[in-house]
């Protein structure tokens, strides 16, 4: 059985969800995101774009979960749980009614059911079919947070997954940089990245990597058309490294061919604002206080019109399409308190479109008890690659 983590934590966790199921006075969750599956369970998969759902009760009746056929030596051979139903591809098939009889069978009639609504694994579609089949049978809660909020504080186990993963980013960096220049080709260079995490046991990220030269070093999400560097160019790296599905990202803009003045002072600015950031990521504060140091220093020196309204965000175990494990994000007024284990991507985003001109730099951070550790040892200079 392949389990990342030991039964115990496990049961932990699941522990630590039911008691929050009571806090709420919830009978029981409708469990579609794929990150809960994994954290409560063990169960990994990428079924979850269909129709799978995990019914999870207050009390210690035994995990149901509900997938599909294909998936059902995925959750024997990944995962803790030993309740699994299957539904089958038909005509007019409907396994919101299958997740109504498993809850029928609990004797949950009439009962407060929580359900998680804010994840990519419940599509409108089948959110409807699940509203459809519970209308006036029980009463359907929001409950997104329940298995979230758990998981925004991560356990020693976790943090050494953590760690592994900061340790293939900056590998990867270090590959890329090394392979950037004028001629070199966008995807040779993103190939190079690769290898380090692949071969160092890792997983490609659940989303990017955000890799452009010229006008594309301007984009923050990922595009396609790799193009071919320029001898006097610019390139936007950022990326994530995965180990055991926990992300640690990075975020870098290099000169290719020689420096260009105007963009090492928006370096030196970015620098700044990632080091007050940095040092604004205590344990009880709130998060929002990130993002005041960000618009403080990028404002003062004349880039509020270039820098974004947000500067990151929390990290996890996640998959496609995103490594952005939110909520949390982090932006001004953002009160959510920051805790030890916690871990979090800083990004400092300059986007000057008229001098068509990019400089970021981004780290992940773990909070501890009195401040935060970045997790990368590389330094933050200026890197011209010719």
Known sequence: MALHFEREEFAARIAAARAKLKEED??????????SHYYLTGFDTGGWVFFQCAVLTADDTPITLLTRKPDLEQARRTSVIEDIRIWFDAEGANPAEDVKAILAERGLEGARVGIELTTHGLTPANYVKVERALSGWCELVDASLVVRSLRLVKSPAEIAYVRRAAELADASLTAMV?????????????????????????????????????????????????????DVDQLTLEFGACYRRYCTCLMRTVAIGKPNDDQREMFEVTKEAIAAMTEAAKPGRPMGEIDDAHRRVFDANGYGHARMAACGYSLGATYRPTWMDVPPMLYSGNPLEMAPGMVLFLHAILIDAEKNLAMSLGHTLLIHETGAEVLSALPQDYIVCD
Not at 26 to 35: N, P, R, S
């Open 26 to 35: 919830l009978a029981a969750v409708l469990i579609f995101a794929q990150e």
């Open 178 to 230: 090394e392979t950037a220049g004028p001629g070199v080709f966008e995807g040779d260079i993103a190939a190079a990245g690769d290898v380090p995490i692949l071969t160092g046991g890792g997983d490609l990220a659940a989303s990017g990597p955000v890799l452009g030269s010229g006008d594309r070093a301007l984009l923050i999400r990922a595009a396609t058309g790799f193009r071919t560097l320029d």
